[in-house]
């Protein structure tokens, strides 16, 4: 049964390179070029043609993500969201990505439907929604670093950092 | 105070900070 591990283990790479690579187009690219795109009046190829296939993209490798990690620490699920001993560090890296993933869907999606017009809001609720996808999606970015330093090492690495 | 979340340099020192902190909450309390 060797190969189910195996299995969940690519496939949580795989959505997770498309989760964290489009939450650092967001962050890194997508936020100036909106600026930038505003102020010469072309910002509508961005927000009707890229961003709705971005967010589409983004919030379902973050949920598939989730669940092939979940699959891959199988019966160390609750010894790992426990925090128990040997397991705290790769349950350090999946609460953050549990945090991540109700960012995601919880704060960004919603706000982001309001931003780009799938959901109707006064002007006012768009500016307070923008501000509040913007705030999660770089608490995202932020919880990202340390969540790919427990991923990457809090498991398999986990003697080398004495956790 | 400004928030160091509306700059990306803040957001990736933030990040470095907290890994920082984590790692040795880990180490020194839950290894």
Redesign the interface.
Known sequence: MDFLPALARWIHFMAGVMWIGLLYYF??VQVAALKAAAADGTAAGITKHVAPRALLYFRWSALVTWLAGAALLGSQFIPAFT?S??L??IG?GAWLGTIMLFNVWGIIWPNQQKILGMKPATDEEKTKARRLAF?AS??N??????LL??MAG?WSH?AL??? | MKNPLDSLWGTVISGLVLTAILYYVVRGFLA
């Open positions: 962050n890194f925090l001993k040997g705290a560090g350090v705030l770089r608490t970015t932020m919880l990202s670093i340390p330093f427990f809090g986990r950092f004495g956790l």
